[in-house]
Structures are given as structure tokens and as C-alpha cells.
């Protein structure tokens, strides 16, 4: 374990440096993402602002519920994002052998090669939308509920990344896993509302199948008194679920990898 912190922390000041070299891009890439934020939360805030509320749901709630989200969703952009591109950057070009010749996981060699900055922007916009929501919705902000953030967010974050790892090992058998990734990567945006917005069948799907919504919804929930009973304190052990799932099928798809001998 301690090899591996030491071993991730020189390829964060490798990557860093190498960042450094081009700092314009550095502060375009972080700042592109608070924009492509914004743009969203504009488009909610029009629509919001000419009803009080949705289904008694308000645009402070909601957007306290974006902001979970979008830190868990941070986490998996920061520390996972190379599981997007493995087909195309590192199995078709003949890149990937390269992790099985050297003493490490491979998968930790594949995550620690890009730690993607633009998550700066990510963790930006949730923390400023989960700190306005609490102040706006007069929240209590004490030791046990910024504790109950940061479990939720961590658990959120597994969460993102075990879903992305279980759909990017798709990759040792179709090559290009980016098709597979985003199909199931995109329906994260239903999580960014209430799961009561929608049909029974979707919040089935958010909790039990792709569970986003223990990212969002249900630490919300819990936040704003709502009755969500147990589920509020699942995430953690769903997390681990998820995560020891989607690394089985890692092992497994890479058992079955062929060099494309590029």
C-alpha cells in the first residue's frame, strides 16, 4: 500500500509538470468545465424560476441535489477519467502492453498515467452549489452532517468510477468501450432531479441498476428531512458492491486480452 501512495504521488508531480509546461491549457481545461456547468444550472434556474416549486421540490433543493452529484462526479473525473480511452489511446495503438510488462497492477498504472485536472472545475461548482442550498435552505452545518457529505461524495465517487470500470473492460473484447461508457455514463443525468420526477421503472434503474441516485438523491433526501429511511445510509456498502463487481470483470476481460501487436 505504501508503495503504491508513493507511486501515485510521482505520477501526480509527473503530470503536474507536465501540466505546467502549458498553463494557459491548464486554466482553459479547469475553467471549461465551471462554463459547461454553469450552462446547466442556468438552464434549470430558467425553468424553475417561474414555478415556487416541482412536486414540492424547490430550486435549492434541487440544486443542492445537482451539487452532490457533481462532486462524486468529480472524484470519478479526477482520479478515473483514462478509463474513457482505453480502447482507442492504449489497446488499438498496442499502448496497453506496456502495463503488462511492468511490476504493478496494470489498472493502477492505466488511472495513475492521467490524473485529468479539469475536475478542479467539477469540485468548484459542487461545493459552491451544496453551500449555497445549506445556507438558502438554512441547514444545519455541523462536524456530523459535512461528515455525512464527505462519505456520500467518497461513496458516490466509487460509485461513478465502478460503473465506468465495469463498462471500459468491455474494451479487451470490442476494442473501442467509449460507445458503451457514455451510454452508461449519460443516464447519470437523470440523477441530478429528484427520482420522483420520474417514472417508478427510472428510480428502479438509479438505485439498483446504474445506482447514481445514491450520489445525490438520497444523501439529499436525508439532508432535508425527507423520508428515505435506511437508503440514506446505503451508499457505502453499495460502493463496495459496485466497486468489487466491477473489478471481478476487469480480471476477467483481462484474462482475455489479445495484443493487437501494433
Known amino acids: 500500500m505504501l508503495r503504491y501512495s508513493k507511486l501515485y504521488w510521482y505520477f501526480v508531480v509527473q503530470r503536474f509538470k507536465i501540466l505546467m509546461e502549458y498553463r494557459l491549457n491548464f486554466f482553459i481545461g479547469s475553467i471549461s468545465t465551471v462554463l459547461f456547468q454553469g450552462a446547466s ?35 470519478n ?35 495513475a498515467d492521467r490524473i485529468c485536472h479539469d475536475a478542479i472545475g467539477d469540485f468548484i461548482v459542487g461545493f459552491g452549489l451544496v453551500g449555497y442550498a445549506m445556507v438558502k435552505l438554512q441547514l444545519p452545518i455541523t462536524l456530523a452532517s459535512i461528515g455525512f457529505i464527505i462519505l456520500m461524495v467518497i461513496s458516490g465517487g466509487i460509485i461513478f468510477i465502478a460503473l465506468n470500470l465495469l463498462t471500459a473492460a468491455t474494451a479487451f473484447w470490442i476494442m473501442d468501450s467509449i460507445p458503451v461508457t457514455n451510454l452508461v455514463f449519460s443516464t447519470n443525468e437523470f440523477a441530478q432531479y429528484p427520482l420522483t420526477f ?50 471481478r470483470f476487469w480480471v476477467f476481460g483481462l484474462k482475455h486480452y489479445g495484443s493487437t501487436g501494433s
Not at 433526501?221 to 446505503?234: I, P, R
Open 41 to 75: 444550472i442556468i438552464a434549470m434556474w430558467s425553468v424553475l424560476r417561474q414555478v415556487p416549486s416541482i412536486q414540492g421540490w424547490t430550486l435549492e433543493q434541487i440544486l443542492l441535489i445537482y451539487g452532490l452529484l457533481t462532486l462524486s462526479k468529480g472524484i
Open 77 to 111: 473525473h479526477l482520479f478515473a477519467d483514462n478509463l474513457w480511452v482505453i480502447g482507442r489511446d492504449y489497446i488499438r495503438p498496442g499502448q496497453f502492453d506496456r502495463f503488462l510488462v511492468r511490476p504493478i497492477n496494470p489498472l493502477f498504472h492505466l488511472l
Open 198 to 247: 420520474y417514472h417508478r421503472s427510472v428510480g428502479i434503474l438509479l438505485t439498483w441498476l446504474l445506482p447514481y441516485g445514491f450520489a445525490s438523491y438520497y444523501p439529499a433526501s436525508y439532508l432535508l428531512g425527507h423520508s428515505v429511511g435506511w437508503m440514506a445510509w446505503l451508499a457505502p456498502l453499495i460502493a463496495l458492491v459496485s466497486i468489487t463487481i466491477a473489478y
